[in-house]
């Protein structure tokens, strides 16, 4: 076992806020492990819209009030080393860990069951409801570091577990099958690059909204077709409607979204980035039969599916762009232009220069 320090280095949130809300700290103190825990020496971090949510608290429904700024309505305790996305090594256990786990690269479950060996009431998402991976170590429970035997890069694999395990979470929950028409809206993003990616594997006739600029990169993705944000939705759906919308978008076009839909078709949502607050026909929701379906907290089996498909192949990464830790600034403000496709990862173990 490698020797460790008592102090690391990391991006620490202290405040609600703007851009100066997030500390470059190289004292803060190493995790401690519980029985069930593994130490990561983390490698790569990505950034995710959950990340400036959180800093801004967007998550508040009481004007970014503090109090419930957390993703399940709580408080959080600051100062909180964000990120979700990690990918790194094993380099300590907890004393009911078997030893073998050393030195192993693993990708982290966002969504956590388990937290200093505590079953948890209600899940915790890494890097809100506890510390995350902006930092050069972090900690989890076992049972949530997943193996990755790959040969893509620490970056490669870093801009997988958040937004891909959120898009197949949402495919899962939608029962997405074969042949069946999808509707992916927020194409271009993070989650809904991976949406198109796995909605494919799983055999589906995908159109994706994005950009005029972005639609040829949608495409070479393996959307089937593509169509702009300010399109004409409602034509795509006149001769055949949608059995299936995956939705990261909200905003003043919801409505069309419930329309596009055939009769018992299914809505799954994980995001709002164009605003939370829409307007419902309740008619159109019972007249057709709809479901609707929120997405956050991941089903057991989604990850390890996740894990296979990265094993296979049969996905693939897109980082647009890595960053050194120390540059988190540059990277959300980048991140939060929506000019690039896919993932914006941060360096940050020993390749973070």
């Not at 080393?81 to 790194?88: E, K, L, S, T, Y």
């Not at 893509?152 to 937004?163: Q, Y």
């Not at 799954?268 to 607050?277: D, Q, R, V």
Request: glycine share 10%; proline share 4%.
């Amino acid at each position: 076992m490698k020797s460790l320090p008592n102090e690391m280095y990391g991006v620490q949130l202290t405040k609600h806020g703007d851009l100066d809300a997030l500390t470059f700290n190289e004292n803060i103190p190493l995790p401690t492990l519980s029985d069930n825990d593994v130490l990561i020496e983390v490698r790569a971090a990505g950034v995710n819209n959950t990340d400036l949510n959180t800093r801004k608290g967007w998550y508040s429904k009481g004007d970014n009030n503090a109090e419930d700024a957390g993703w399940g309505g709580n408080a959080l305790a600051l100062p909180l080393i964000q990120g979700a996305d990690v990918c790194g090594y094993i380099v300590a256990v907890g004393k009911n860990v078997s030893q073998e786990r050393i030195g192993e690269r693993v990708i982290i479950e966002p969504c956590l069951t388990e937290v200093n060996s505590q079953k948890l009431d209600s899940p915790w998402y890494f890097g809100s409801e506890c510390d995350g991976g902006f930092a050069q170590f972090t900690k989890v429970a076992s049972r949530h570091a997943h193996a990755v035997n790959s040969t893509m890069t620490d970056e490669e694999l870093a801009s997988f577990p958040c937004s891909y395990s959120t898009a197949e979470n949402m495919l899962h929950r939608a029962n997405v099958k074969e042949g069946e028409r999808v509707f992916i809206t927020g194409a271009s993003g993070g989650v809904g690059s991976a949406a198109v990616q796995l909605a494919k594997a799983r055999g589906a006739y995908v159109i994706a909204v994005t950009s005029e600029q972005k639609q040829s990169a949608i495409q070479a993705l393996g959307a089937d077709e593509t169509v702009r944000r300010n399109g004409d939705w409602a034509s795509l759906a006149k001769h055949e409607a949608f059995d299936v919308v995956i939705d990261l978008v909200a905003g003043p076009r919801w409505p069309e979204l419930l329309e596009v839909l055939k009769p018992f078709g299914r809505y799954a949502t994980s995001g709002a980035i164009a605003g939370p607050e829409v307007t419902l026909d309740v008619r159109t929701l019972y007249l057709k039969d709809l479901a609707l379906l929120g997405c956050t907290i991941l089903e057991s089996e989604v990850f390890g599916n996740l894990v296979k498909h990265i094993e296979k192949g049969s996905i693939k990464p897109l980082v647009s762009a890595t960053y050194p830790l120390t540059e988190i600034c540059q990277a959300q403000q980048d991140f939060e232009k929506k000019k690039h496709i896919g993932k914006m990862v941060l360096r940050v173990g020993e390749n973070k220069s």
